[in-house]
């Protein structure tokens, strides 16, 4: 059997999952819609939610879902948000 590795990775990181924060307040929430269908309808929802609380988000959408972040997004959003979220939906 030969099993395939979608990713473009030659070797797979270690990827330790990092502290979430203890509250949202004063967090900048970013959106990240990866472009398949009805992924925009879930982050909608989610949007309304966290800014009725007061929370800061930004929206972000990958130009398409078959290929990686654009590393120049991917600086983007590192930039402008503390903690994403990212939307898987069909």
């Known amino acids: 059997?030969?099993?395939?590795?979608?990713?473009?990775e030659?070797?797979?990181?270690h990827r330790g999952a990092i502290?979430?924060?203890?509250?949202l307040d004063g967090v900048r929430v970013g959106l990240l819609d990866i472009s398949k269908p009805r992924g925009?309808?879930?982050?909608?929802?989610l949007e309304e939610l966290l800014t009725g609380r007061g929370v800061?988000?930004?929206?972000?959408?990958?130009?398409?879902f078959a290929k990686p972040?654009?590393?120049?997004?991917?600086?983007?959003?590192?930039?402008?948000?503390?903690?994403?979220?990212s939307a898987l939906a069909d």
């Open 69 to 85: 972040l654009p590393p120049d997004l991917r600086r983007e959003i590192a930039a402008e948000c503390d903690v994403v979220i």
């Open 40 to 45: 925009d309808v879930f982050l909608d929802r």
């Open 10 to 13: 030659t070797a797979s990181a």
């Open 19 to 23: 502290a979430r924060p203890e509250s």
């Open 56 to 64: 800061a988000v930004r929206r972000y959408a990958k130009p398409t």
């Open 1 to 8: 059997m030969i099993v395939l590795d979608p990713t473009d």
